[in-house]
């Protein structure tokens, strides 16, 4: 197994998250390429503040999918939280337009999904770490 990894004062690690974010009510909001690209500008410049790195980003009408790379004392609710309420406002404040869409201003559903996403599947990596047993028997 091989992995592409990061390395810290005290650690070694590969952390991938794939985040989505949904406009409130599934409002089509992302629909021409300026506001767009002012969103992935955005979230690059809030991930640079959080030491992420955004791996991929891309969206729908209504959401945006992100893939990114964290260490392990990123904090990630305190990212998400800043990508959410400084999105929201700096596009309502450059694309004032945006607002006659939103229900009460509002830019972002309250949930959001993310999951951690290795460079192998879950069950690849259950098999190698259930194989960790057998080369420690087989040693003795």
């Excluded at 909001?29 to 991929?56: C, G, M, P, Q, Y």
């Excluded at 392990?72 to 700096?90: G, M, Q, Y």
């Excluded at 194989?131 to 087989?138: I, L, M, N, Y």
Aim: charged residues 30%; positive net charge; glycine residues 2%.
């Amino acid at each position: 197994m091989s992995y592409d990894l990061d390395k810290g004062a005290h650690s070694v690690y590969s952390l991938y998250y794939h985040f989505i974010q949904v406009v409130k009510y599934r409002r089509e909001v992302f629909v021409n390429d300026e506001l767009v690209d002012f969103l992935k500008t955005k979230v690059r410049e809030i991930a640079d503040r959080f030491s992420v790195e955004v791996v991929s980003i891309e969206c729908d009408r209504d959401h945006f999918h992100m893939l990114f790379k964290g260490t392990p004392v990123l904090r990630i609710t305190e990212f998400v939280n800043a990508v959410k309420t400084i999105t929201s406002r700096e596009i309502q404040r450059r694309f004032p337009e945006v607002k006659k869409v939103l229900w009460k201003g509002k830019m972002w559903s309250p949930s959001y999904f993310l999951a951690t996403s290795g460079q192998v599947t879950l069950p690849v990596m259950m098999k190698y770490v259930e194989s960790q047993e057998a080369k420690r028997t087989e040693s003795v």
